[in-house]
């Protein structure tokens, strides 16, 4: 027995160390920002930190997280109901139209309600409560299929209405996957930079950007980000905790199924307000930009958008490539591992699910200015910020998959006399590899949509699908912008089915972590 550890601790000591590249990628935008913005001394730093400006950008900050986390809350838990426990016509049908609004990114509903001339605090309350309410719907949804339907059956057996029954039994059933999914939405405001900077709403992460671009004192940009970063942290850990007390069915076998509610009178009533919601998720951004291509058909340059198109594959690929490189052994040892140290490593790599990209980039820019010169507005420090970004989502679907990997069928290979590399090689990889490949997809096409680290990094003269929407709204060229938002809807919507597909389908709530962290700008 104390051979077999020894050897397991040797093996683990090889993945430490091959996973020392992704700790490194990961915690350095958040090591130098720090150094950054205290490099003139701590009086300068408080001093920045409770001036009348940050006040007035955490104050602004805070109010539309609150009205976007409740907006979400509300709607997300109400609707994941009218579709998983109501006899309501078309429940397929009206699951997929919620989820969608997941493929429309916030920038692209930013752009919808500009052109509208809908602007400020409600044009960014509307834009980021329709594209994040989906976040509190799955895992509503997910553990309403997955509770065992007795005590709501109970209850109305005791004269209780659904309405009250919902309110008694269901509601606090389900009251922890709904707050871990409306602190996930807050977090994803925190993040947001797109819809706020096209709607004129001066939150934090638009702050940041003109205070970096509107002086030669980087400083308070840095203290900002810095700011940004400790709620991005406790509100990481409050989704993490309330994530972590979701309760689950006990018992074995499979969870029986609900008897769907009848809604009687209140059919029309819950249709209304599904149809609403529908409306002003999909319908306007699509409406928006039906209108925008018709209007700018004969502005249309094929040959621009095919070249952004295929800037931005091409920065996409990279960043995928690069991204689950570093990820496949931090999630090789989380799933075949577990020690204190893989634990720390583990939780260094994740450190990027609480850092907003304006930050990763701010935090970049000053690295390659100072340290990196040659890589200084070029596609490598572009690449590392995808990296540094987007880890945990790469390190979640290599987990899982290796996970899923039987670990016996790597013990009969190594008692024929394999290596421990050739084993990973021939036997581990090839039977994570469709999970590896899922999570690349899912990093590619979040690569392809982020928006900040992009505009801060890309090299000189380089535009993506993002960058390009960005630039021509922010000078009202909607109908030019309007064929670059089309076709990022058009790549955002296959992660949207597939997170539809896997906890509709399966009832699986844990999807959640391994696709949608970091899924949005």
Same mark, same amino acid.
């Given at each position: 027995?104390?051979?077999?550890?020894?050897?397991?601790? @040797?093996?683990?000591?090889?993945?430490?160390?091959?996973?020392?590249?992704?700790?490194?990628?990961?915690?350095?935008?958040?090591?130098?920002?720090? =150094?950054?913005?205290?490099?003139?001394?701590?009086?300068?730093?408080?001093?920045?930190?409770?001036?009348?400006?940050?006040? $007035?950008?955490?104050?602004? !900050?805070?109010?539309?997280?609150?009205?976007?986390?409740?907006?979400? =809350?509300?709607?997300?838990?109400?609707?994941?109901?009218?579709?998983?426990?109501?006899?309501?016509?078309?429940?397929?049908?009206?699951?997929?139209?919620?989820?969608?609004?997941?493929?429309?990114?916030?920038?692209?509903?930013?752009?919808?309600?500009?052109?509208?001339?809908?602007?400020?605090?409600?044009?960014?309350?509307? &834009?980021?409560?329709?594209?994040?309410?989906?976040?509190?719907?799955?895992?509503?949804?997910?553990?309403?299929? %997955?509770?065992?339907? &007795?005590? $709501?059956? =109970?209850? @109305?057996?005791?004269?209780?209405?659904?309405?009250?029954?919902?309110?008694?039994?269901?509601?606090?059933?389900?009251?922890?996957?709904?707050?871990?999914?409306?602190?996930?939405? *807050?977090?994803?405001?925190?993040?947001?930079?797109?819809?706020?900077?096209?709607?004129?709403?001066?939150?934090?992460?638009?702050?940041?950007?003109?205070?970096?671009?509107? %002086?030669?004192?980087?400083?308070?940009?840095?203290?900002?980000?810095?700011?940004?970063?400790?709620?991005?942290?406790?509100?990481?850990?409050?989704? *993490?905790?309330?994530?972590? !007390?979701?309760?689950?069915?006990?018992?074995?076998?499979?969870?029986?199924?609900?008897?769907?509610?009848?809604?009687?009178?209140?059919?029309?009533?819950?249709?209304?307000?599904?149809?609403?919601?529908?409306?002003?998720?999909?319908?306007?951004?699509?409406?928006?930009?039906?209108?925008?291509?018709?209007?700018?058909?004969? $502005?249309?340059?094929?040959?621009?958008?095919?070249?952004?198109?295929?800037?931005?594959?091409?920065?996409?690929?990279?960043?995928?490539?690069?991204?689950?490189?570093?990820?496949?052994?931090?999630?090789?040892?989380?799933?075949?591992?577990?020690?204190?140290?893989?634990?720390?490593?583990?939780?260094?790599?994740?450190?990027?699910?609480?850092?907003?990209?304006?930050?990763?980039?701010?935090?970049?820019?000053?690295?390659?200015?100072?340290?990196?010169?040659?890589?200084?507005?070029?596609?490598?420090?572009?690449?590392?910020?995808?990296?540094?970004?987007?880890?945990?989502?790469?390190? %979640?679907?290599?987990?899982?998959?290796?996970?899923?990997?039987?670990?016996?069928?790597?013990?009969?290979?190594?008692?024929?006399?394999?290596?421990?590399?050739?084993?990973?090689?021939?036997?581990?990889?090839?039977?994570?590899?469709?999970?590896?490949?899922?999570?690349?997809?899912?990093?590619?096409?979040?690569?392809?949509?982020?928006?900040?680290?992009?505009?801060?990094?890309?090299?000189?003269?380089?535009?993506?699908?993002? !960058?390009?929407?960005?630039?021509?709204?922010?000078?009202?060229?909607?109908?030019?912008?309007?064929?670059?938002? *089309?076709?990022?809807?058009?790549?955002?919507?296959?992660?949207?089915?597939?997170?539809?597909?896997?906890?509709?389908?399966?009832?699986?709530?844990?999807?959640? $972590?391994?696709?949608?962290?970091?899924?949005?700008?």
């Amino acid at each position: 027995m104390t051979a077999r550890r020894g050897r397991g601790a @040797r093996r683990a000591t090889g993945w430490l160390l091959a996973a020392l590249p992704a700790v490194v990628v990961a915690v350095l935008p958040l090591v130098y920002l720090f =150094l950054r913005a205290t490099d003139q001394g701590w009086d300068v730093f408080f001093a920045i930190a409770v001036r009348s400006r940050t006040a $007035e950008l955490t104050a602004n !900050t805070l109010t539309l997280l609150v009205a976007v986390a409740a907006s979400a =809350l509300a709607l997300g838990t109400a609707a994941a109901w009218a579709v998983t426990r109501t006899a309501l016509p078309l429940r397929r049908v009206w699951t997929v139209l919620l989820v969608m609004p997941l493929a429309v990114p916030s920038y692209v509903s930013g752009f919808a309600w500009l052109s509208m001339d809908v602007v400020g605090f409600a044009g960014a309350w509307l &834009a980021l409560t329709t594209t994040n309410m989906p976040l509190v719907l799955l895992p509503v949804a997910a553990a309403l299929r %997955s509770a065992d339907p &007795a005590l $709501e059956e =109970l209850s @109305r057996s005791l004269g209780h209405g659904p309405w009250e029954t919902f309110r008694r039994v269901t509601l606090p059933r389900v009251w922890p996957a709904a707050l871990a999914g409306g602190l996930l939405v *807050a977090l994803y405001v925190l993040h947001d930079f797109g819809a706020v900077s096209l709607l004129r709403y001066e939150t934090f992460t638009l702050g940041i950007q003109t205070s970096y671009s509107g %002086s030669f004192d980087r400083t308070p940009a840095a203290v900002i980000g810095v700011v940004l970063v400790v709620l991005a942290v406790l509100l990481a850990l409050a989704e *993490a905790r309330m994530r972590g !007390t979701s309760t689950a069915r006990l018992g074995p076998g499979v969870a029986r199924q609900a008897e769907p509610v009848r809604l009687r009178a209140a059919r029309w009533p819950v249709l209304l307000g599904l149809a609403g919601i529908v409306v002003v998720s999909l319908g306007v951004p699509l409406g928006a930009l039906t209108r925008w291509l018709g209007i700018g058909r004969a $502005e249309l340059d094929p040959a621009a958008l095919v070249s952004t198109t295929a800037t931005t594959v091409q920065f996409a690929a990279l960043g995928a490539l690069a991204t689950v490189a570093l990820a496949v052994p931090v999630g090789f040892l989380a799933a075949r591992h577990s020690s204190r140290p893989v634990r720390a490593v583990e939780l260094a790599a994740y450190a990027g699910h609480a850092l907003p990209g304006i930050t990763v980039a701010l935090a970049l820019v000053f690295f390659g200015v100072r340290f990196a010169q040659p890589w200084y507005q070029r596609t490598p420090l572009l690449v590392l910020g995808y990296a540094a970004l987007f880890l945990p989502i790469a390190i %979640s679907a290599v987990r899982t998959a290796v996970a899923a990997a039987p670990p016996a069928v790597e013990d009969v290979a190594r008692s024929l006399g394999r290596g421990r590399a050739r084993v990973f090689g021939t036997v581990t990889l090839p039977l994570a590899a469709p999970g590896i490949a899922a999570g690349a997809a899912l990093v590619f096409l979040t690569c392809a949509k982020e928006l900040p680290a992009t505009l801060l990094l890309r090299p000189t003269g380089a535009d993506t699908l993002a !960058t390009a929407l960005w630039t021509k709204t922010g000078v009202s060229a909607f109908a030019e912008a309007a064929p670059y938002a *089309a076709l990022l809807v058009v790549v955002s919507a296959v992660p949207a089915v597939l997170l539809e597909m896997s906890v509709f389908r399966s009832g699986k709530a844990a999807v959640l $972590e391994s696709a949608t962290r970091g899924a949005q700008t």
